[in-house]
């Protein structure tokens, strides 16, 4: 069975001014656990543009207590970076000395029965006609910019005609390049369950999938056409501000990231990668959950009341809950509401918390279970840099017991994520 999870390649979570080492860690009971080595910059002010710039701010808060945002694309975007890729480029680079040849039929042309074939058992698997001939080129529209590029392949815009509205609209195409070797049966595999599973989820916090479909009449290469999220992804905003976002920036994006998450578990789906590089969002501040490589149907039959548990390696280290690294099978539900949890932090702190939730290898996580202990005695708090509202309800996210961690429904009913002040 692959193992797919990706553990961090660099100790701090951006790079910039501030480094979390392990060797910087102090053995000081009293040293901040959330962030051992960094200390939050207060300011009155919270914007990315100097004062002489035309741009607006890109977090404003309103004298009525409203806030607004304006989020613009990165230069360096990293759509849809899917742990499976990573997993990709590590195999990959694992068997660089079995081959380090050129695969002699890589770039012949099929011929054409193969290639109907192969075409035809991935449209039986999707319900759809072979025979109509549809591809991206002639249902779309040709891809244009390039705005983004992972081992899958590569992320671009393309401007369609909408039947509905007078104009024309942007959407992401996201190609599913058949990897080296791959048979047809793994490359459909690969293929099919992100793109069945997001097809049917409809949702403000998800981003909406709308087609899976050829490049064109001659091609193999399969492209996802998706929703286009024009600001970027809470990766990049976080990497701007190294100390971390400010309270009501990072309270505004909980809530909607609860919000999709909630709605994700109804739907009897787990994301298993919740993360920041997989949280999109439109210019305007609206939060999407993207890439559902790593999802997994709890419930695959509509109305069951059983839970199917999840196995094996999934999600990106930082964030993974520590049952995922002991467990033959778990429920997957509460691994998502840790991982939530873990975002939150990141958010606030510009920094990951521990590297990896497993006491015997890191030391941060160690700490993190001795003084919890101590916390619930009421003598020390190792989530002091929150506030009294988010503090509590990180606490029970972060419950190392799944069993008592709290669920989607509940975190959403907590009464300070009731109150804080969203504009989505």
Not at 70 to 81: E, N
Not at 265 to 282: Q, S, Y
Not at 283 to 288: E, F, T, V, W
Not at 383 to 400: A, Q
Request: aromatic share 10%.
């Amino acid at each position: 069975m692959a193992v797919l999870y990706s553990p961090p390649t660099h100790p701090h979570l951006f790079t910039g001014n501030s480094s979390l080492n392990r060797s910087q860690v102090s053995a000081d009971p009293s040293t901040q656990i959330a962030n051992p080595t960094l200390t939050r910059e207060k300011s009155e002010s919270y914007t990315l543009e100097s004062p002489h710039s035309k741009k607006p701010p890109r977090f404003q808060i309103h004298l009525d207590g409203t806030h607004t945002h304006h989020l613009t694309q990165s230069s360096a975007h990293k759509w849809m970076s899917s742990i499976n890729d990573v997993v990709d480029g590590f195999l990959t680079r694992m068997t660089t000395s079995a081959s380090r040849f050129h695969l002699w039929a890589k770039d012949r042309p099929l011929p054409e029965e193969i290639l109907k074939e192969e075409r035809t058992l991935i449209d039986n698997i999707l319900g759809k006609d072979s025979s109509k001939g549809v591809s991206l080129v002639k249902t779309w529209g040709r891809c244009q910019t390039i705005i983004g590029k992972g081992n899958y392949g590569t992320v671009r815009l393309i401007a369609s005609q909408d039947p509905c509205i007078p104009s024309t609209r942007l959407y992401a195409v996201k190609e599913f390049r058949k990897r080296r070797s791959e048979s047809i049966q793994s490359y459909v595999r690969r293929l099919t369950p992100e793109y069945v599973t997001a097809l049917h989820l409809h949702h403000p916090h998800v981003v909406q999938v709308f087609d899976l479909l050829p490049l064109n009449d001659k091609s193999l290469l399969y492209c996802q056409v998706m929703e286009y999220c024009d600001g970027s992804d809470l990766f990049h905003q976080i990497s701007q501000i190294p100390s971390g976002l400010v309270a009501e920036e990072a309270n505004c994006y909980f809530r909607q990231l609860i919000s999709g998450v909630a709605y994700l578990h109804t739907m009897g789906v787990t994301h298993r990668d919740i993360k920041p590089e997989n949280l999109l969002f439109t210019s305007k501040g609206c939060l999407k959950i993207t890439d559902f490589g790593s999802s997994f149907c709890f419930r695959p039959k509509e109305n069951a009341r059983w839970v199917e548990y999840s196995r094996g390696l999934v999600g990106s280290e930082p964030y993974m809950a520590p049952e995922i690294f002991v467990e033959k099978e778990y429920d997957p539900r509460p691994i998502d509401i840790w991982s939530c949890a873990i975002v939150y932090m990141v958010m606030r702190t510009g920094s990951y918390i521990w590297y990896v939730a497993k006491k015997e290898d890191d030391e941060c996580y160690s700490r993190y279970l001795r003084l919890q202990r101590r916390a619930k005695l009421g003598r020390w708090d190792v989530l002091e840099s929150l506030e009294d509202g988010p503090k509590g309800l990180i606490y029970h996210m972060l419950n190392t017991d799944p069993s008592k961690r709290m669920t989607s429904q509940q975190v959403l009913k907590d009464s300070w994520l009731e109150s804080i002040e969203c504009c989505q």
